[in-house]
């Protein structure tokens, strides 16, 4: 399916990457708000005068009195000095301020190309739902953090959850965009290899995308504080506590402790799958391009489960946590590379 017209390439292409590249710092500075707890600084959403910061004292006194009337203040941030509240304000504004950006970097050249007759007409709708899943993404963004303004000065891991997946299915949207116009369809040397390369792509990235919600779970309940030590869990396989909620369902839902024995050890059986789907594909590709990204998918999982552990036995500082976030997102990236060169042939 043609997207773009051909002479107009270039422009588009700058386009789509600009917009991954920021679509992907905003999943790590969602991140960085999380690992400092900056979230719940803005207890108001305005999307129109939001983008406006505090720019006097009586600003700043009228947000950090709202903020002083909140339960994070209330029951973890009791005397907080104004300078230390300005701190993790600015983290979650810029991170609010970012999302308005990416918004205005997708419509202002996107109605550009429509104008100007340079995109097809797939890619003009291809354009309003990246709009719109931008903006049900802000929508989702601040109902997440309301779940932390109510009783308990932390946001519900599962609207956590729900806010990364649309993240990152905005990402993987825009980026398939991309790479649709980065590589136009041609004949391909492995042309023969790859319609098998889909399924098990596939079935890989899900496992992927599984580990991805299981570690917003761990960062909404902050269950990487549970146990660091490795392997085992202070000297257990599986602690007694693990199973200390009820109903039993509710442990894998709500227990911390659970939540983290499941996150480190399902890894291993992500980073199995990996290596079985670069075992299996990798020698059977001529294609240098693919080659390489074999080989960078599997230079990232040795990165991501080194970073994992490294990060656990630190007690999840912020550096860390972030560089593990990043990790488990380019991971998927190149997963995504991998199994569009599959799809396309498919098509």
Not at 68 to 87: C, I, V
Not at 278 to 283: D, P
Not at 305 to 310: Q, S
């Amino acid at each position: 399916m043609t997207l773009i017209d051909p002479r107009h390439r270039k422009p588009v292409a700058v386009w789509l990457a600009t917009v991954c590249t920021l679509t992907f710092c905003m999943i790590l500075l969602g991140g960085l708000t999380r690992l400092t707890d900056s979230g719940l600084s803005m207890v108001d959403w305005d999307p129109i005068m939001g983008a406006i910061p505090p720019t006097s004292e009586a600003d700043w006194a009228e947000v950090f009195a709202k903020y002083r009337q909140s339960p994070q203040y209330l029951k973890e941030n009791t005397g907080m000095a104004l300078d230390d509240f300005k701190f993790i304000f600015y983290m979650e504004y810029f991170h609010r301020l970012l999302g308005r950006f990416i918004g205005s970097i997708v419509a202002l050249p996107w109605l550009f190309f429509v104008l100007r007759g340079m995109v097809k007409k797939p890619m003009i709708f291809h354009g309003i739902a990246i709009l719109m899943l931008g903006g049900f993404q802000g929508v989702i963004g601040w109902y997440m953090v309301q779940s932390g303004l109510v009783d308990v000065p932390r946001v519900s891991h599962f609207r956590l959850a729900i806010h990364l997946s649309l993240g990152i299915a905005l990402f993987t949207y825009v980026l398939c965009l991309a790479f649709a116009v980065f590589l136009p369809h041609r004949n391909h040397q492995d042309a023969a290899t790859l319609p098998s390369l889909t399924r098990p792509t596939l079935v890989v990235m899900g496992l992927v995308g599984l580990q991805i919600i299981s570690g917003a779970f761990v960062a909404g309940l902050r269950a990487g504080h549970a146990y660091n030590t490795f392997p085992l869990m202070h000297g257990r396989f599986l602690p007694r506590a693990a199973w200390s909620y009820e109903p039993l369902l509710a442990n894998f839902l709500e227990n911390p402790v659970m939540i983290q024995f499941v996150h480190r050890w399902f890894a291993w059986f992500v980073a199995a799958a990996v290596i079985a789907l670069y075992l299996a594909y990798a020698r059977r590709l001529h294609s240098p391009r693919l080659r390489t990204a074999f080989n960078l998918l599997l230079a990232c999982l040795g990165l991501q489960v080194t970073l994992g552990i490294l990060t656990l036995l630190t007690r999840v500082p912020v550096g860390l946590g972030s560089l593990h976030q990043a990790g488990a997102v380019l991971l998927w990236s190149i997963l995504l590379f991998i199994g569009f060169h599959g799809w396309t042939r498919r098509a």
